[in-house]
């Protein structure tokens, strides 16, 4: 074929992710180069290297394992040459992987790994950590050439003569610059909003696609932005967990506790009876989770106890669609520290499996349980629940290392030690139990917490809590000028005795009016509606598909038009109901909304009720007429204290 190859060896080595157009890679090489040298994938080069009396004439390798082993070759200065195989970033976030369903293969941060026991976990190197390790290889400028996924798809032949050239002959053509973004926009829904989170919570991916040659042109990306409101979501959801009163627990709720105190994040925590022991109370979880997640509305994390966060986890989490998420060992098990539990009814599915499996098993922790039935979800066709997989940093045991570094999200602190050590003074070392205690004490300086510090852990129904605790909750509250999401994510705190008013309201609202109902929680004023009348839900959590969700303390509204706006409950919780109503006004013709004066409320504390305004009848419509209202007519309420206001705006049209 008249081709010379260099009379020394031939050592090269492809680096990169293990992108879907490997193989043909691979093969064009084989194309390009003679028999009588091996293109091997299976075997990094450095490994063929130690066999280099195997291959007088060298090798070339197209293992993933390239991307961790090239660096010493080059370092002991071995000649090698090196392709780079890369793809822009917003295609790889689109690439689900071969052989697990509907699953996305990378991310910023990692990559799916499928073990040989069937075990997948979020934790092979990801986009930004591969990116690091190949431009420290080719940052030592050996022979390099650059194939990029979109050319070997589209244009082999041409791939296949600058193999030649780089391969054959020794020549490397000149590394393309400024190449167009690939086209993304044929990308689903789904893949769209991917694409948008994970460069929102990885913008360093935009500098990675420049190194890799592609336009910095980011016009794309505001195109996408603009399309996916789904990418732009990072409300919280519900944290939830629960310890066990009367033990060393007690403390650890309290570490979570000030950890997410300081981050303003919603919690759900539940103080349940020692149930007898360690496995006991771990093997009430599924059940535990079961009855919350029939209780609580929107997405929940449930989190060990003895875990503390370091920062929000909802901006990454919203970018699960699944049923759930886990997380799991490397290539053994999966783990229930940190489990994310959608409002799916395929969540629902997978929970009722998990305490039949658990209830079936009276020796295996809860771990164990959730461990066989998410294996044996995958290998059901079609499957009940679809599980994703979490990360790392949102399950991190705080001694665990891993192949790169990981920046804990949640950590988690592994108070089983105690106890196993309380029960076998052989189970645990004392070096893991040192370990412990001191990563604690720094934790806790870090919190500001004493160590005899031990304040109240918040229940979950709001009634349950002592009136200091609620008192004192609401003051916390007011000083941040946030609103109770956690209060209202339960449903357990959605009186029944509210459905008194609901009546009365809807009888002031005739067909065809379109009612707004701001603060909807249980939808009561829904029931009693008269035919013809079109009902709106809106809430600051979810409470079915049609609610829009929003916080009116953060200023939000909705976007809809309505002919009535009602509020059943709501002012009382509004930190500054002058600018509420001042910004409903120009909104919306007229507003229905029960509030307790100040006047007609006796003495009871206010705080108590978590309510943060204290108007009298007179300073309500007060601030009403101020804010553009006219007062039509005040109802009495199902309760004597309470009153119901008509206002119509002079500032909005009807």
């Not at 060298?58 to 394992?65: E, Q």
């Not at 029960?594 to 978590?610: E, I, L």
Request: aromatic residues 8%; hydrophobic residues 40%.
């Amino acid at each position: 074929m008249g081709m010379q190859v260099v009379t020394s060896p031939l050592w090269a080595a492809v680096v990169g992710l293990p992108y879907e157009g490997i193989s043909l890679l691979t093969q064009l090489i084989r194309d390009v180069l003679p028999v009588d040298i091996p293109v091997v994938s299976e075997t990094s080069l450095r490994d063929l290297q130690k066999q280099s009396s195997s291959f007088p004439l060298g090798a070339v390798s197209t293992s993933v394992a390239n991307l961790f082993s090239v660096g010493k070759l080059i370092d002991a200065g071995e000649k090698i040459r090196i392709i780079a195989f890369v793809d822009h970033p917003g295609r790889l976030l689109t690439v689900r992987h071969p052989d697990i369903s509907g699953q996305y293969r990378y991310s910023f941060d990692h990559c799916l790994h499928l073990a040989e026991n069937g075990v997948a976990t979020l934790s092979d190197p990801g986009i930004l950590y591969a990116a690091k390790l190949m431009r420290s290889v080719l940052g030592r400028h050996p022979p390099t050439l650059t194939v990029r996924y979109e050319d070997l798809n589209q244009h082999p032949e041409k791939v296949a003569e600058s193999l030649r050239a780089f391969l054959v002959e020794g020549r490397a053509s000149d590394d393309e610059r400024n190449i167009p973004v690939p086209a993304l926009f044929d990308a689903t829904t789904e893949d769209v909003a991917r694409i948008v989170r994970q460069f929102r919570l990885a913008p360093e991916l935009f500098d990675v696609a420049k190194r890799w040659g592609y336009s910095d042109d980011r016009s794309w990306f505001k195109t996408m932005s603009a399309s996916s409101s789904a990418a732009s979501e990072d409300r919280p959801g519900t944290i939830v967990a629960y310890y066990t009163q009367g033990t060393r627990y007690e403390r650890e709720a309290h570490r979570m506790m000030a950890s997410l105190s300081r981050l303003g994040l919603p919690i759900a925590l539940s103080a349940v009876d020692d149930a007898g022991g360690w496995l006991a109370n771990v093997r009430r979880k599924p059940h535990f989770l079961k009855e919350r997640r029939n209780q609580l509305v929107g997405p929940l994390l449930y989190v060990d106890v003895d875990a503390v966060v370091h920062s929000d986890p909802w901006p990454y989490l919203h970018g699960y669609t699944g049923d759930i998420a886990v997380a799991g060992h490397h290539g053994k098990n999966y783990i229930s520290g940190t489990i994310l539990i959608n409002d799916t009814e395929g969540a629902r599915a997978f929970l009722e499996e998990w305490c039949s499996d658990q209830s079936s098993k009276p020796e295996a922790w809860d771990q164990h349980s959730l461990h066989d039935v998410v294996i044996a979800n995958s290998m059901r066709s079609p499957q009940a629940f679809r599980v994703e997989h979490l990360p790392p940093a949102m399950c991190m045991v705080f001694d665990r290392r891993f192949s790169q570094p990981v920046t804990p999200v949640i950590e988690h602190l592994q108070a089983s030690r105690e106890e196993k050590k309380a029960v076998d003074n052989e189970g645990v070392s004392a070096l893991l139990l040192d370990k412990r205690h001191a990563r604690l004490s720094e934790l806790e300086a870090e919190l500001g917490l004493s160590k005899n510090s031990n304040t109240p852990v918040l229940q979950s129904a709001y009634r349950d809590l002592k009136v200091d605790d609620r008192i004192s909750r609401t003051a916390k509250l007011s000083v941040q000028h946030e609103s109770d999401i956690a209060r209202w994510a339960d449903k357990v705190n959605l009186l029944s005795q509210w459905s008194g008013r609901a009546e009365i309201v809807a009888s002031l609202i005739d067909a065809p009016d379109v009612v707004l109902d701001l603060g909807c929680g249980g939808m009561d004023l829904e029931r009693h509606l008269k035919p013809g009348v079109t009902y709106q839900p809106s809430d600051i959590v979810s409470r079915d598909a049609r609610t829009i969700v929003c916080d009116l303390n953060k200023g939000e509204l909705p976007d809809i038009k309505a002919s009535v706006v009602s509020m059943l409950g709501v002012l009382e919780y509004i930190h500054d109901p002058k600018l509420l109503l001042d910004r409903l006004a120009v909104k919306w013709p007229r507003l229905l909304v029960t509030y307790y004066p100040t006047d007609f409320d006796g003495k009871r504390d206010r705080s108590a009720h978590g309510w943060f305004s204290a108007l009298s009848s007179a300073g309500l419509v007060s601030i009403a007429v101020s804010a553009g209202y006219d007062l039509k007519s005040i109802v009495p309420s199902s309760d004597s204290r309470e009153r119901i206001y008509l206002f119509q705006s002079n500032r909005c049209p009807s």
